[in-house]
């Protein structure tokens, strides 16, 4: 028994080793493993468990990330020199604020980290300025004892934070001065496909994750596999990526991520009853796994058991106040007529995206998406044009924007929008639906007639709002003229000989 523990523990060690903690970091951290076989040796303490789930590039479990955090504090407290300590904690700190939704853990991050830089031998060495990574693995890889090998993990650190502030452009120069100082550093390439997605490349995201794959292993690179082929219109094989990820999670947190991507595939196949099983098994592996909690709770609302559904939402927004969850709620509590409870929510939207970007979030995309539908579409198109600017340019923002264009009138130009967002790959019943209105205001009855009766098919109760609105238009837009169009070629056909004809 004792040889097996003892086993277990050089495992930790070696995982937190590898997660970019020098020795000194080590041993402040680790249980010591007895030399003589007969003194019981201890079981890993919450910090060794979080870092070798950093390790791994797998989530750690809220409590031990806590502990990590409470840990690395003490320590920089008695040691402000200790350069590894200072990346261990900004990396927990972007991890923490984003498991939580809490943006007032980015600046403390974003202070550590830079602290991190100016301890090192040499000083900050130029770390410039900037501002949603996946794990604390993000800042803490290999090798956080001094010099380039140090100021690397401190930058792949402002990258997580970059992206966790929707800051894509600065997430992407720290993942590319990490990729040209050490190409072999597999916790770059999380950093560069979050920034890649939120800018639009998606080619350039699939490279990445061809050489997070040659350089790293296990069931985060899976799930990370399936969104990537979800955005390519993939869906057979991000389901089966999905479905490797949870048989090959490691700990209750990474089966409970890998569970919620199966959720989400299946949500967006149109397949509710599918996606709620998998957001239940998620949350009997993580109680309060929050976006499983939401998961489940749209699947509910599809399924027609709204009171589950609101229950299930208010937990989720306790859990983890997102302004994503809020407005989803509100769209239900609207699509049910009730104005108050739905009013109540959009507030809450606001004040959480308020309290986001105060502390350096960038929440514009929600913001406008809200303002669309239920406020004011004319200020969304000039927080979407903003975005665009600013080569936020991702399927979400372009139909976003193609959406608040034809709110306000814009249908031709919002179109050329509708496009680029359904023309990517992924089958989104929501883009489907924009992209047919749009095109029924500018009277393309046919291609509207597609593209409705299209986001019908991907998920008949795609949105609690749209879907029923998705019905009447298809309704209002009736069947083909029999025989097919009576001039199929136009113009183009007219020079055609009488033999082809």
């Known amino acids: 028994m004792n040889a097996m523990k003892t086993d277990q523990l050089k495992q930790v060690r070696r995982a937190a080793l590898a997660a970019g903690v020098g020795g000194a970091l080590v041993a402040g951290v680790l249980l010591v493993v007895p030399d003589r076989g007969e003194e019981p040796a201890r079981a890993p303490g919450p910090e060794a468990r ?109 990258g997580a934070l970059a992206n966790a502030r929707h800051d894509y452009g600065a997430a992407k120069k720290w993942g590319e001065e990490v990729r040209k100082r050490e190409p072999g550093r597999w916790a770059a390439y999380p950093v560069l496909i979050d920034a890649y997605n939120g800018l639009g490349d998606y080619a350039a995201a699939g490279r990445a994750l061809d050489r997070l794959k040659k350089l790293h292993s296990g069931a985060p690179v899976l799930e990370r596999s399936a969104e990537v082929y979800r955005d390519r219109g993939w869906r057979e094989d991000a389901a089966a990526k999905a479905v490797e990820a949870t048989a090959r999670a490691a700990s209750p947190a990474e089966k409970a991520e890998a569970l919620y991507t199966q959720g989400e595939l299946s949500w967006e196949r149109g397949e509710p009853a599918e996606a709620l099983g998998h957001y239940d098994a998620a949350l009997k592996a993580v109680r309060n796994h929050a976006a499983s909690l939401a998961g489940r709770a749209r699947a509910l609302a599809a399924l027609g058991r709204t009171e589950e559904a609101y229950t299930t939402y208010q937990r989720a927004i306790e859990e983890v106040p997102r302004p994503e969850y809020a407005l989803e709620l509100g769209e239900l509590y609207d699509a049910r007529g009730l104005d108050g409870d739905a009013q109540s929510q959009y507030a809450a939207l606001r004040a959480r995206a308020e309290e986001a970007q105060a502390q350096g979030v960038n929440e514009e995309l929600v913001l406008a998406r809200f303002e669309t539908d239920h406020g004011d579409p004319k200020s969304a198109v000039e927080r979407l044009r903003a975005e665009w600017a600013r080569q936020h340019r991702s399927m979400e923002v372009a139909d976003a924007l193609g959406w608040a264009l034809f709110r306000t009138g814009q249908g031709k130009e919002a179109l050329t929008y509708a496009k680029k967002a359904t023309e990517q790959g992924r089958r989104s019943a929501l883009f489907s639906y924009h992209r047919g209105e749009i095109e029924r205001s500018l009277e393309m009855t046919g291609a509207a007639r597609r593209h409705v009766g299209e986001a019908l098919r991907t998920h008949p109760a795609f949105s609690p709002l749209l879907a029923p609105k998705a019905r009447e238009a298809l309704d209002a837009l009736g069947e083909p003229a029999a025989g097919g169009p009576k001039d199929m070629y136009g113009k183009a056909g007219s020079g055609l000989s009488a033999e082809a004809e």
Not at 113 to 124: E, K, N
Not at 128 to 143: E, I, L, T
């Open 50 to 158: 979080a870092l070798a789930a950093v390790g791994a590039g797998a989530p750690a479990a809220l409590p031990d990330l806590n502990a990590l955090v409470r840990g690395r504090e003490d320590r920089v407290r008695t040691h402000p020199e200790d350069a590894g300590a200072w990346a261990v904690l900004g990396s927990a700190y972007v991890e923490r604020g984003v498991r939580g939704a809490d943006p007032a853990y980015f600046p403390k991050a974003d202070r550590a980290l830079r602290r991190s830089l100016q301890v090192l031998p040499g000083g900050a060495g130029g770390a410039g300025s900037g501002s949603r990574g996946k794990g604390v693995s993000a800042g803490v890889s290999a090798g956080v004892s001094a010099g380039a090998s140090g100021r690397t993990d401190a930058l792949i650190g402002l």
